[in-house]
């Protein structure tokens, strides 16, 4: 199903026939699988190719390529994919139904085919204009989703599974113009879902409760947007996109409305001096406290003490 070294597919008893202009880049090959492969390989002669067919049950073992891929699979059921980016953590999903999946050049992976299905797997050279946007990283996803980008997607992949329909293909060049125009249309609409900004997810209800109860207790220390993510459990980044997510505030925003409210409380007990106060909720000095009860509040901290001889 997938390439990598001519010479290992050839081991399979079996050689790709290819269908494409003469070319510099050479057409992929299929690695070593449990059962014999050799499907049609077509290709317009400048870096892209790739193969259409049903594919019976198989096993295509550990290997990577020299190109990026993107595989579409129809009616998909009992298929494993495995996969390994850059000495990255091993990644192994369970595929179901209309899928597609996306692959970056040099990116170690196997394949199990526990049933038949229909595959149309593309790879594209990394000279080709076209592939320089494709997947950064590992994409597995409902064929559905591309569909919905773009209806030409659904409309060319029918149209190559009709040419396959009977066996034969008549017209390579016909299914060579639909392949390319179809691999062109998947790369646009995952580079379009790549440029989009990602939502970002606001922090649990728990989790917020956490850091602010974490702020509140250490008020009289210095505190920093790193001590607030390891209080959440996360990196600092992640944490500070999903704390202002839930708050609209940043970190430093965050622990200053804390230190404000801790003030303002104990300022109405009657109980603390404005200075003493400051030193209990991280502010300097008393200066320091009454500028940022001014710009929060509009008035100076003394106000928020008690009438004399009312406590």
């Known amino acids: 199903m997938l390439g990598s070294l001519l010479s290992m597919f050839a081991r399979n008893g079996g050689a790709a026939r290819t269908h494409h202009l003469p070319t510099s880049f050479p057409p992929p090959a299929l690695p070593v699988s449990t059962r014999p492969f050799a499907p049609d390989i077509y290709g317009r002669g400048d870096g892209l190719n790739f193969w259409f067919e049903q594919v019976t049950a198989n096993y295509f073992a550990s290997h990577r ?127 379009r879902e790549r440029q989009k900004p990602r939502a970002v997810i606001p922090l649990q209800k728990e989790v917020k409760e956490r850091v602010r109860h974490f702020v509140v207790g250490h008020l009289h220390e210095k505190l920093t947007l790193a001590d607030l993510a390891k209080m959440a459990g996360m990196a600092p980044d992640h944490f500070s996109r999903r704390l202002k997510a839930s708050t609209g505030l940043t970190a430093e925003q965050f622990i200053l409305r804390l230190r404000l409210d801790h003030a303002q409380s104990l300022l109405r007990t009657g109980r603390y001096s404005v200075e003493e106060v400051a030193g209990k909720c991280g502010f300097k000095n008393h200066a320091s406290l009454t500028k940022q009860f001014s710009i929060r509040f509009g008035r100076p901290p003394r106000s928020f003490l008690p009438p004399h001889g009312s406590q």
Request: contains cysteine; hydrophobic residues 40%.
């Open 65 to 191: 390529h020299a190109q990026s891929q993107v595989a579409l699979g129809f009616g998909v059921r009992g298929c494993e994919l495995g996969w390994q980016e850059n000495g990255g953590r091993p990644e192994e999903r369970q595929a179901g139904g209309d899928v597609v999946w996306f692959l970056p050049r040099d990116a170690e992976h196997t394949v199990r085919l526990r049933r038949s299905a229909f595959w149309i797997v593309f790879y594209f050279d990394p000279g080709l204009d076209i592939a320089r946007d494709v997947a950064v990283r590992a994409t597995l996803a409902p064929l559905g989703d591309y569909v919905r980008r773009d209806s030409l997607i659904g409309d060319l992949s029918a149209a190559l599974r009709r040419e396959r329909a009977t066996g034969t293909v008549e017209d390579p060049a016909h299914v060579v113009n639909l392949g390319s125009l179809l691999g062109s249309c998947l790369l646009r609409a995952h580079a």
